[in-house]
């Protein structure tokens, strides 16, 4: 079955520091892949997507490229800020639209 | 456009209860989709519907679990004789699939605590 794995946190990082969270998946087919944020108490909020290999998504500051090959879609920021703070998943969603997630990371940046 | 909805936001609710949670959403999109989130997890895809038509059950969705989508739009997550393992954020999230988008829009959730 499909499958998310992603880096293990907590993440700790100061104000301004480079961010790199780690996320590696296994599908069938061809998934599209996914950042979601999570702020406390609230839904999910797509952060961005690629939906083919090589595909780069990005969206404010953040950044992450579907690399096929070695079946990864790792997301960085260059200079994270305290309103960054949040609970992070990578998830891939079948053609059948149904998304499987990762257990998330939290990020806690510090002024 | 008013985004995905849910109610209620909170719920607590006794050992055995039987609970309901609604969910609203997006005007046109055509497939609904509930996860359950436990602390500390990803959310874990329960139930899905295509329109009216439910089209896949999770493993996880107990004989205790019926979802509806009755008319096609707004749908309704039942949990019978509840047990305080089903405490969990319940989320739902919608798709207009036939324009081929894949983007899952989430609502805010329903958290439910089983005393």
């Known amino acids: 079955g499909n499958s998310v794995t992603q880096m293990e946190g907590p993440v700790t990082l100061s104000e301004e520091a480079f961010l790199t969270i780690n996320c590696t998946y296994t599908?069938?087919?061809?998934?599209?892949l996914f950042w979601y944020v999570q702020y406390p108490g609230e839904g999910l909020q797509l952060l961005l997507k690629?939906?083919?290999?090589?595909d780069k998504g990005s969206n404010k500051g953040f950044e992450a490229t579907y690399r096929k090959e070695t079946t990864s879609f790792h997301l960085e920021k260059g200079s994270v800020q305290v309103s960054d703070s949040a609970v992070y998943f990578c998830?891939?969603?079948?053609?059948?639209?149904?998304?499987?997630f990762g257990d998330g990371t939290t990020l806690t940046v510090k002024p | 456009d008013t985004g995905v909805s849910q109610n209620p936001r909170h719920k607590i609710t006794k050992r055995g209860q039987n609970v309901t949670f609604r969910c609203d959403p997006i005007?046109?999109?055509?497939?609904l989709y509930w996860y359950r989130q436990t602390l500390g997890q990803g959310p874990e895809f329960l139930t899905y519907?295509?329109?009216?038509?439910?089209?896949?059950k999770s493993r996880l969705l107990s004989d205790r679990f019926s979802a509806e989508r009755p008319k096609g739009s707004f749908s309704t997550l039942e949990i019978q004789r509840t047990e305080q393992g089903d405490s969990a954020m319940y989320l739902c999230?919608?798709?207009?699939?036939?324009?081929?988008?894949?983007?899952?829009?989430f609502g805010p959730g329903t958290r439910l605590l089983v005393l």
């Open positions: 999230a919608s798709i207009r699939s036939t324009s081929g988008e894949e983007t899952q829009y």
């Open positions: 998830a891939l969603c079948t053609n059948a639209g149904k998304s499987t």
């Open positions: 005007s046109e999109h055509n497939r």
């Open positions: 519907f295509q329109n009216e038509a439910q089209l896949e």
């Open positions: 599908a069938t087919g061809y998934p599209s």
């Open positions: 690629a939906t083919k290999a090589d």
